[in-house]
T-cell receptor
C-alpha cells in the first residue's frame, strides 16, 4: 500500500527565507507524486506533479520539487518566501497501472510566513 | 473554462438527518472524485465516478453514497448523519479516469452536524 509522510505539521519561515517542506513516500512501484496547496476556505490547487522524466519539477508560484528515488522523497522548495505563500500544503502519491488505488494524501504542512 | 463548482458551500444539519451535496466538474471532464477532509484524519478518499459508473470506493460506511449523471455532474449523499461527519467535503474532476490524471478541486462544502 502507498503512503505519504509529511514531516512537520507546521513550518514557520521569515519573509524572503527559503521554504522547505518535506515529503517522503512509500510505494513498491515507481510513483506519481503531487504537491497541492490549500488556502483558507478554498479547495486544493495543484502546484506541481512528477510522473516520469526529469526529476526536478518546476511548478507555479516559484515552487519546485525534486524526486529522489534513493531517498523516497519529494521535498517542496521555494528560494524566497512571500507572505502570500502562507497556506497548507499537501503531498500526494499514486501509481500508474495500480488498479483502483486512489490518490493518497499526506496529513499536510501548514506554512506560516513571518514579516 | 469555469472551475469545479460545489453547492452548497456551507451546510448545517442535525444528527440523524440526511444531506445531499452537489458537484459540477469542469466542462469536458468525465471523472469526479469525492474526498472528506477533517483536522484529525486529513484528506480521505470517498469514491470516484467515471461515465456514471463508480470506479472506486474508499473505506467509508454505506451511509455515504454517490452517483453521477450523464452530464458528469455528481452528487453525494450521507444518510443518518453523525457528529463525526462534520467535515469539508471536496470534489475533484479530471478528464480521464484514474488517479494519474491531474485532479482539479472545487472549493468544498463545509458540513456541520449538530
Amino acid at each position: 500500500a502507498q503512503s505519504v509522510t509529511q514531516l512537520g505539521s507546521h513550518v514557520s519561515v521569515s519573509e524572503g527565507a527559503l521554504v522547505l517542506l518535506r515529503c517522503n513516500y512509500s510505494s513498491s512501484v515507481p510513483p506519481y507524486l503531487f504537491w497541492y496547496v490549500q488556502y483558507p476556505n478554498q479547495g486544493l490547487q495543484l502546484l506541481l506533479k512528477y510522473t516520469t522524466g526529469a526529476t526536478l519539477v518546476k511548478g507555479i508560484n516559484g515552487f519546485e520539487a525534486e524526486f529522489k528515488k534513493s531517498e523516497t522523497s519529494f521535498h517542496l522548495t521555494k528560494p524566497s518566501a512571500h507572505m502570500s505563500d502562507a497556506a497548507e500544503y499537501f503531498c500526494a502519491v499514486t501509481t500508474p497501472n495500480s488498479g483502483n488505488t486512489p490518490l493518497v494524501f499526506g496529513k499536510g504542512t501548514r506554512l506560516s510566513v513571518i514579516a | 473554462k469555469a472551475g469545479v463548482t460545489q453547492t452548497p458551500r456551507y451546510l448545517i444539519k442535525t444528527r440523524g438527518q440526511q444531506v445531499t451535496l452537489s458537484c459540477s466538474p469542469i466542462s469536458g471532464h468525465r471523472s469526479v472524485s469525492w474526498y472528506q477532509q477533517t483536522p484529525g484524519q486529513g484528506l480521505q478518499f470517498l469514491f470516484e465516478y467515471f461515465s456514471e459508473t463508480q470506479r472506486n470506493k474508499g473505506n467509508f460506511p454505506g451511509r455515504f453514497s454517490g452517483r453521477q449523471f450523464s452530464n458528469s455532474r455528481s452528487e453525494m449523499n450521507v444518510s443518518t448523519l453523525e457528529l463525526g461527519d462534520s467535515a469539508l467535503y471536496l470534489c475533484a474532476s479530471s478528464e480521464l479516469a484514474g488517479r494519474t490524471d491531474t485532479q482539479y478541486f472545487g472549493p468544498g462544502t463545509r458540513l456541520t452536524v449538530l
